[in-house]
């Protein structure tokens, strides 16, 4: 929905009547309220109230200067132009300010005459211009340069999320809509996060061998060595207890007694590599009659199966 901005227009009357009526069509032909002008009189101090109200209320503040200081107000001693610009200020309003140009002030003069010039307060009115142009202005030379300037600088104050704006009645009910879609997609929000610290926790929980992690196992057994003697012919010297207990996986998968019977091989993981997987609750040890049998634990079963597939996929890769 399209924010509306409500616009201070501040000029001075009699000698800016044309560009302010300019403003005021460019700043709705762009969608948004002018608000200010000949709606007050200079010199009733009931009506600084009411403008102070109106700034209070409105987004953005907009300064028309043209060659005339203006009315003077005896309470700031500064002309009622002067006093809005700078009351705007003071409630933190955002300014911009139009500037008639030196050639289009001469122009003006020849068409209008000398009452477009101030006079009286020459020095407060040449004050109060270098203070307007050290902040955000552009100058104008024609009822053109206004609307060009206007246009402008509202597009860049609609971008400013800072600035409230108005809304229009017919989106008020869309507006209560997407307050009600934003709860329920908080609500699914939460409801997914939940989700996920769960599912991480379960995978987490999965993951974990006897209180040790997937990687934190693999990493000990792998740096764990065991010497082979040489009639196991399984490998050379030394194997860590990780290969040893990749090759004698269907041992454990099967199971084994251990008796005066068993083989070589088997006896030698017997007593070199089971010790530490049962530590690890890798294995079990089950009695079966009167017989003792050593197998894959289901944490044995879930670890070797991890075991396998990451050597799968690193070599097919």
């Known amino acids: 929905m399209k924010k509306r901005l409500q ?5 001075t009357y009699t000698d800016l009547i ?11 032909n762009a969608g948004h309220i002018p608000a200010g002008m000949e709606l007050f009189k200079s010199g009733d101090k009931s009506q600084k109230e ?10 953005v503040y907009m300064l028309i200067l ?7 107000d005896q309470e700031s001693g500064k002309s009622y132009t002067h006093w809005e610009y700078d009351y705007a200020e003071f409630s933190g309003k955002p300014r911009f300010s139009i ?16 009452d477009v010039l101030e006079r009286e307060h020459y ?11 050290s902040k955000i202005s552009k100058f104008y ?13 509202l597009k860049e104050f609609e971008k400013d999320e800072n600035l409230v704006g108005w809304v229009s009645g017919r989106d008020v009910g869309r507006l209560i809509e997407i307050k009600e879609e934003n709860h329920t997609l908080l609500k699914e929000n939460m409801s997914l996060k939940e989700k996920v610290v769960q599912l991480e926790e379960k995978i987490k929980k999965d993951l974990e061998f006897n209180g040790y992690s997937y990687e934190e196992l693999q990493g000990y057994l792998q740096n764990e060595l065991i010497s082979l003697p040489d009639d196991i012919n399984i490998a050379v010297g030394e194997i860590s207890a990780l290969d040893l207990f990749l090759k004698s996986a269907k041992i454990f998968s099967i199971g084994y007694e251990h008796n005066s019977k068993t083989g070589k091989v088997t006896s030698f993981i017997h007593y070199k590599l089971t010790p530490i997987l049962l530590n690890f609750g890798l294995v079990e040890k089950l009695k079966v009659g009167t017989k003792i049998k050593f197998q894959f634990s289901e944490s044995g079963h ?9 050597n799968f996929q690193s070599e097919h890769l």
Request: charged residues 40%; hydrophobic residues 40%; proline residues 0%.
């Open 123 to 133: 020095k407060e009115y040449r004050d109060f211009k270098d203070t307007v142009l």
């Open 99 to 114: 500037v008639i140009n030196d050639i289009a002030l001469d122009e003006k003069v020849k068409e209008k005459g000398q």
């Open 18 to 28: 044309e560009e302010r009526q300019a403003a005021v069509e460019a700043v709705l």
């Open 66 to 72: 043209g060659g005339r200081y203006g009315t003077i």
């Open 50 to 59: 009411t403008i102070k109200k109106w700034i209070d209320e409105s987004d």
């Open 302 to 310: 879930k670890f070797i199966l991890k075991l396998e597939m990451d």
């Open 7 to 11: 616009v201070f227009i501040s000029s």
């Open 141 to 153: 030379s024609d009822i053109k340069d206004i609307k060009l300037a206007i246009y402008e600088s």
